[in-house]
């Protein structure tokens, strides 16, 4: 039986109520319908919300100990002594500052650290990381209204290849387990410049339901339960 704890970014998550974001809420329905498309008996499934600030409350269920808990964050912020498989990874991609630089030092390439006004990606290449190697998806692009994406986003074939080269050698330099990441980057006077690693499908991979199959929260949750993905196809 599968017991999967889903950590959102919210206020509050009770029995009876629940108070995020529409687009936490979006990603959390995403997700449990993922895990029930997947595994069409609910009887094996168990299905748990907390909040983030929640994680470490007395009557939280969680056993990292017990094989049978699958633990799934949707945020980058977690307590720092709360304890799952993937903790370390998460808090190496939540230090965006420093795996930008392990970036500039190892892969030679430009990123935010190196710009000297505020500055975001606003381009994001899926990678499913399945237990037999990295899988790209096509692009996501930011629309023109807030939290809204678009996919895919074309880009020419040696733009590709440099984004695939950083993510594989990104993904192995953090020692990255299956699960589905999200690159971030975007571009200054045509030159590629790296933002950030999500270690999960954030809010711009809600772009990938109804137009990638499998969408990308079907494929975190094959990829955390080590089931096999044979092809990422637009529709």
């Given at each position: 039986m599968y017991?999967?704890?889903?950590?959102?970014?919210?206020?509050?998550?009770s029995n009876t109520?629940?108070?995020?974001?529409?687009?936490?809420?979006?990603?959390?329905?995403?997700?449990?319908?993922?895990?029930?498309?997947v595994n069409t008996d609910e009887n094996d499934i168990m299905v748990e919300v907390r909040a983030a600030q929640q994680l470490l409350d007395e009557n939280n269920s969680y056993d990292e100990a017990d094989p049978n808990?699958?633990?799934?964050?949707?945020?980058i912020d977690l307590p720092p002594n709360f304890e799952f498989p993937r903790a370390k990874l998460f808090q190496i991609c939540r230090d965006i500052q420093g795996t930008r630089q392990w970036v500039e030092?190892?892969?030679?390439?430009?990123?935010?650290?190196?710009?000297?006004?505020?500055?975001?990606?606003?381009?994001?290449?899926?990678?499913?990381?399945?237990?037999?190697?990295?899988m790209y998806g096509?692009?996501?692009?930011?629309?023109?209204?807030p939290n809204s994406y678009q996919q895919p986003v074309e880009f020419p074939d040696h733009q590709r290849q440099s984004l695939y080269n950083?993510?594989?050698?990104?993904?192995?330099?953090?020692?990255a387990q299956p699960a589905v990441y999200l690159l971030q980057f975007g571009f200054q006077n045509e030159e590629l410049i790296f933002d950030r690693i999500w270690p999960f499908p954030a809010a711009p991979?809600?772009?990938?339901?109804?137009?990638?199959?499998?969408?990308?929260?079907?494929?975190?949750?094959?990829?955390?339960?080590?089931?096999?993905?044979?092809?990422?196809?637009i529709a």
């Open positions: 017991k999967v704890l889903i950590i959102i970014n919210a206020q509050q998550v109520s629940l108070t995020a974001s529409p687009v936490t809420n979006r990603m959390m329905t995403t997700l449990k319908e993922a895990i029930t498309t808990w699958i633990c799934c964050p949707l945020t030092q190892q892969l030679n390439i430009k990123t935010g650290n190196q710009i000297k006004t505020v500055w975001y990606g606003n381009y994001w290449l899926p990678i499913v990381l399945t237990t037999k190697g990295p096509e692009v996501i692009g930011e629309g023109q209204m950083l993510g594989y050698h990104l993904l192995e330099g953090i020692a991979a809600l772009a990938s339901v109804g137009i990638q199959e499998p969408n990308l929260y079907t494929c975190h949750w094959q990829c955390l339960t080590q089931q096999p993905i044979r092809d990422l196809v």
